[in-house]
């Protein structure tokens, strides 16, 4: 089945330190592939996304990921974490069937 | 400039009540979505609609309804609330097919508990 993993279910940084949040994806065929993120009681915002036009994504709020084909990864990272980025972090993919599936996430804790 | 707007926010009930769950969106987007959040599974898709009076399963549909008969609204229905229900439920829309080029824009969700 197609789907994605997400490696670490908790990740804790350093504040001003590397955030990398790490998904990898399940198929032969290079998939669209996207972040969202989860902030405390809110629903889901989209971070960034693959489309298939550009291996390195720039999204919101300084993070980027990069789709590596032979690592099957898109892992998420951003230069210098915030406190304000403590979150919950989804990795998902678009599946044939044209629906989004969803990673476990990955909540990310900012130490000050 | 609502957006997407989810209600009840929170909700208790008891096991075998009927509930139903509002979402409502502003944009006139054709694509809506009802998600469930639990630990340890991520987000899963309940069912979809691509339009109004157009629904489909999605992941996880058993015991669990849906209608549109208006674009901006997608209801879910829990016919015979279970334990199992518990969960925090995610409404979404995007404007066509759920991923390509567009964005899924989320509700803040409902927290709904069955006791």
């Known amino acids: 089945a197609q789907s994605v993993t997400q490696l670490g279910s908790h990740v804790s940084v350093s504040e001003g330190a590397l955030v990398l949040l790490r998904c990898n994806y399940s198929s032969s065929v290079p998939p669209y592939l996207f972040w969202y993120v989860q902030y405390p009681n809110q629903g889901l915002q989209l971070l960034l996304k693959y489309t298939s036009a550009a291996t390195l994504v720039k999204g919101i709020n300084g993070f980027e990921a990069e789709f590596k084909k032979s690592e099957t990864s898109f892992h998420l990272t951003k230069p210098s974490a915030h406190m304000s980025d403590a979150a919950e972090y989804f990795c998902a993919r678009l599946n044939r069937d044209d629906k989004i599936i969803f990673g476990k996430g990955t909540r990310l804790h900012i130490l000050p | 400039d609502a957006g997407i707007t989810q209600s009840p926010r929170y909700k208790i009930t008891e096991t075998g009540r009927q509930v139903t769950l509002m979402c409502h969106q502003t944009?006139?987007?054709?694509?809506m979505f009802w998600y469930r959040q639990d630990l340890g599974h991520g987000l899963r898709l309940i069912y979809y609609?691509?339009?109004?009076?157009?629904?489909d399963k999605g992941e996880v549909p058993d015991g669990y309804v849906v209608s549109r008969s208006k674009t901006e609204n997608f209801p879910l229905t829990l016919e015979s609330a279970t334990r199992s229900q518990t969960s925090v439920y995610f409404c979404?829309?995007?404007?066509?097919?759920?991923?390509?080029?567009?964005?899924?824009?989320f509700g803040p969700g409902t927290r709904l508990t069955v006791l």
């Open positions: 609609s691509a339009a109004a009076d157009i629904t």
């Open positions: 979404a829309s995007s404007e066509s097919s759920a991923g390509r080029t567009d964005t899924q824009y």
């Open positions: 944009w006139s987007h054709s694509y």
